[in-house]
């Protein structure tokens, strides 16, 4: 066989096994790839590389607190050189009341070979909300249907088509419950601001925060945090519902069962107005965000069952 009968044959190869993979399809156990993500240095948000529209790569900060899927405005017109004329209508975090909007009904988005059609958002000012060359952000409507597994040491991810048994037996689990746009732990927590002063309750889930905890900022005044003179600093950040001012600091100790963490980076939000000024429910004290999910290391969340795993480190 000489050098261009083996150069047909491998590139003959590659084009079957491109062939060979759908969009859509579930992943097996032999096809089975990690994506590398990455984090922020100033607001630490995780980032996927997806496909627009089959073919344009884009940068999606990952946020299950975004309702829907989300572009930024100068990125479509740059792209794209149109505006919608199509219209939809939302309830999302930190939105007052139900808002209309202009809406792409017919784009889709494909992460880790996972190709979804939703609505996709033109959002003004997104990049310079995220401080960072994203094109947009991908939210709770694609987020939900699948089952996310991340390795917070090699920075990877994955969708899987299930849970393996391996984890379901052997790694410890929380209860995710769903509840007005939001997912929260069902599992009791106690979160020691000091060894004195302490609070109990449960903590909704939003993956577009890279601190550990974040407290509603009437949970803040309850525990009369600006009198303890622990506030290492105060920070006014911008985010899809407005800025707010937190004052930020490390908590000495978060301890529900299986895990306790010590020396807890909380961001506790000082503002009377946004989406965080206030507990949605009165067992619930605040934000879980990536940074606790980081110091589990393997995390696997199964969306659809309303369950996260993670492997005792």
């Given at each position: ?39 922020h240095t100033f607001t630490p948000h995780i980032y996927v590389d997806a496909f627009l529209n089959d073919s344009l790569s884009v940068r999606m900060v990952y946020d299950c607190a975004a309702p829907f899927v989300w572009l930024d405005s100068t990125f479509v017109d740059s792209h794209y050189g149109y505006e919608s004329k199509q219209t939809m209508a939302f309830e999302g975090i930190g939105t007052e009341g139900r808002q209309v909007v202009k809406a792409f009904q017919d784009w889709n988005i494909t992460i880790a070979g ?200």
């Amino acid at each position: 066989m000489n050098t261009k009968h083996l150069i047909i044959i491998v590139f003959l190869g590659s084009l079957f096994a491109c062939a060979g993979q759908t969009g859509g399809g579930a992943a097996n156990g032999t096809s089975i790839q990690k994506h590398p993500f990455r984090f922020h240095t100033f607001t630490p948000h995780i980032y996927v590389d997806a496909f627009l529209n089959d073919s344009l790569s884009v940068r999606m900060v990952y946020d299950c607190a975004a309702p829907f899927v989300w572009l930024d405005s100068t990125f479509v017109d740059s792209h794209y050189g149109y505006e919608s004329k199509q219209t939809m209508a939302f309830e999302g975090i930190g939105t007052e009341g139900r808002q209309v909007v202009k809406a792409f009904q017919d784009w889709n988005i494909t992460i880790a070979g996972k190709r979804e059609e939703f609505p996709i958002i033109p959002a003004p000012n997104l990049r310079s909300t995220f401080n960072d060359s994203v094109d947009g952000v991908i939210g709770l409507v694609f987020i939900k249907k699948y089952v996310w597994a991340f390795d917070f040491d090699t920075h990877s991810f994955d969708i899987l088509p299930t849970v393996p048994d391996s984890v379901r037996k052997n790694w410890h689990a929380l209860k995710l419950v769903y509840r007005d746009k939001m997912f929260y732990f069902e599992t009791p927590a106690t979160f020691f601001v000091t060894d004195s002063v302490k609070i109990t309750g449960k903590l909704l889930f939003d993956s577009g925060m890279g601190s550990d905890v974040s407290l509603f900022a009437d949970v803040a005044r309850k525990l009369n945090i600006g009198s303890l003179d622990i506030a290492k600093d105060s920070r006014t950040t911008q985010g899809a519902s407005g800025s707010s001012t937190n004052e930020v600091f490390d908590a000495k100790r978060l301890v529900m069962p299986n895990f306790v963490v010590d020396s807890v980076r909380t961001w506790a939000n000082m503002d009377a107005a946004g989406h965080a000024s206030r507990a949605p429910f009165k067992d619930v004290i605040g934000y879980f965000g990536f940074g606790l999910l980081q110091r589990m290391g393997e995390v696997v969340i199964d969306f659809p069952n309303q369950v996260l795993y993670f492997k005792p480190r």
